[in-house]
């Protein structure tokens, strides 16, 4: 596609249900990464993947996080039983070479 | 650890005024830089970048760059704000673990008055 697609763009979540985040990065890239952003702070990250493979997923804040990208193109990143802690914009970024990441417009996650 | 330090979570300028928003970093070794801006309800876009060569980088929309290694500096001008510069603008350094993981600021939001 033209850029990184991300589904939904807002979700509103009651505590404790579980969430699925989509994205649809650059194709051809080969990493995809999943970064959270709070309200007022700059993006953090979470999770990356080369083609199909997780490779770090040092930044995911607990076990209720868990992303996945079976095919090497479309990644999803769920989150289990959601917590008002949990509300935020999550970010995913594609990129294959050149040190620049493309990102998508993010879907902004509200727990209630 | 790699990490970004931006001076001020805001910034307020006329239109027509210099624009100088700062990022120190912090890096044991010669760093990736980036700016990025975050227009309300919108992903992060790529401004300008620092790799190797230049110091003095020119990006998107009439900003630029000065890398300063001896300042451990990267800060972010342009000569004459506009109405349409206003957003959340975000410096960002790659943490150099053999990918590109981004590490980001906590942002510095430029209002722009008329």
């Known amino acids: 596609g033209a850029g990184v697609s991300q589904s939904p763009r807002y979700k509103v979540a009651k505590r404790g249900q579980d969430v699925a985040l989509r994205c649809d990065p650059i194709s051809g890239h080969v990493s995809l990464f999943w970064y959270q952003q709070a309200l007022g702070q700059g993006p953090e990250f979470l999770t990356y993947f080369q083609n199909e493979a997780q490779l770090d997923k040092s930044g995911l804040p607990s076990d209720r996080f868990f992303a996945e990208r079976p095919e090497g193109s479309v990644s999803t990143l769920k989150i289990q039983r959601t917590q008002q802690e949990d509300s935020a914009v999550y970010l995913c970024a594609s990129t294959n070479s050149g040190a620049e990441a493309f990102f998508g417009q993010g879907t902004r996650l509200t727990v209630v | 650890a790699q990490s970004v330090t931006q001076l001020g979570s805001h910034l307020s300028v006329s239109e027509g005024a210099l624009v100088l928003l700062r990022c120190n970093y912090s890096?044991?070794?010669?760093?990736?830089l980036f700016w990025y801006v975050q227009y309300p309800n919108q992903g992060l876009q790529l401004l300008l970048k620092?790799?190797?060569?230049?110091?003095l980088v020119k990006g998107i929309n009439g900003f630029e760059a000065e890398f300063k290694k001896s300042e451990t500096s990267f800060h972010l001008t342009k000569p004459s704000a506009h109405m349409s510069d206003a957003a959340e603008y975000f410096c960002?350094?790659?943490?150099?673990?053999?990918?590109?993981?981004?590490?980001f600021g906590t942002g510095t939001r430029l209002l722009v008055s008329p």
């Open positions: 890096s044991s070794v010669p760093p990736y």
């Open positions: 960002a350094v790659i943490q150099n673990t053999g990918f590109q993981k981004l590490v």
């Open positions: 620092y790799t190797t060569g230049a110091t």
